[in-house]
């Protein structure tokens, strides 16, 4: 490197000197020195050309690695976006079959009630054939029996004239009680604790065993 900028220190020289009177030792020097040393000016050019080329190699690997780096970000970039958008369809294809199960259910929750109601509908109208077929003395000890939500049921499923005859052989407490229940109207519920029924005395009926009132409901179409 010190021979070239020798070399070049001395044409320059050379050619600042011609512009005002040529220098002939001058130029004769920079030639012998050239000469002299063009084999190693030569090498010198060489490794130069050498390092420039190693740069110039350096560089394009250095942006090949880049290149490759990016590459490879995009690459992790498009599968983490493919993998949130597969988690979203998948959460959004759970979600849907949750609701449908939801709704699944509750129609069945729907369907069930609506036939526990025709059930029940069913078993209030045969326990109210059964009542109304009785004698209005043994009908009202069975119902003042029952709590408040069973007997408003039961009378109310009956015609007024069968009801009226029924709350009349009941204890007035207990048979005003039902009567507002049965005002209301459904669905009934039992809102206050059942009071001891007493059946008013109806002449000619004397007491009877509890099994032979149960033999009577019996045979008057009780279930």
């Known amino acids: 490197?010190?021979?070239?900028?020798?070399?070049?220190?001395?044409?320059?020289?050379?050619?600042?000197?011609?512009?005002?009177?040529?220098?002939?030792?001058?130029?004769?020097?920079?030639?012998?020195i050239f000469e002299a040393?063009?084999?190693?000016?030569?090498?010198?050019?060489?490794?130069?050309?050498?390092?420039?080329?190693?740069?110039?190699?350096?560089?394009?690997?250095?942006?090949?690695?880049?290149?490759?780096?990016?590459?490879?970000?995009?690459?992790?970039?498009?599968?983490?976006?493919?993998?949130?958008?597969?988690?979203?369809?998948?959460?959004?294809k759970q979600a849907k079959?949750?609701?449908?199960?939801?709704?699944?259910?509750?129609?069945?929750?729907?369907?069930?009630?609506?036939?526990?109601?025709?059930?029940?509908?069913?078993?209030?109208?045969k326990v109210a054939k059964s009542f109304s077929g009785m004698k209005d003395s043994k009908a009202a000890p069975i119902i003042a029996e029952l709590d408040d939500a069973e007997a408003a049921t039961i009378l109310s499923s009956l015609t007024a004239a069968e009801m009226a005859k029924i709350l009349a052989k009941m204890d007035a407490k207990r048979a005003a009680e039902l009567t507002k229940i049965i005002?209301?109207?459904?669905?009934?519920?039992?809102?206050?604790?059942k009071s001891s029924p007493k059946v008013a005395e109806v002449p000619g009926d004397s007491p009877k065993a509890p099994e032979q009132d149960q033999v009577d409901f019996q045979e008057n179409g009780g279930i």
Request: net charge neutral.
């Open 183 to 193: 005002a209301k109207g459904p669905p009934f519920s039992n809102d206050k604790p």
């Open 1 to 32: 490197m010190r021979i070239l900028v020798a070399v070049l220190v001395c044409v320059l020289s050379v050619v600042y000197a011609e512009k005002k009177e040529p220098n002939p030792d001058a130029l004769l020097q920079c030639n012998a």
């Open 97 to 125: 079959l949750q609701d449908d199960k939801k709704k699944a259910i509750e129609a069945l929750i729907a369907k069930n009630e609506a036939l526990l109601k025709e059930i029940q509908s069913s078993a209030n109208t």
């Open 37 to 92: 040393r063009k084999d190693e000016i030569a090498q010198n050019l060489r490794t130069l050309n050498e390092k420039m080329q190693n740069l110039e190699a350096y560089k394009n690997a250095t942006q090949n690695i880049l290149d490759q780096k990016q590459a490879k970000l995009q690459e992790q970039e498009q599968a983490l976006k493919a993998k949130i958008e597969e988690a979203t369809k998948e959460a959004q």
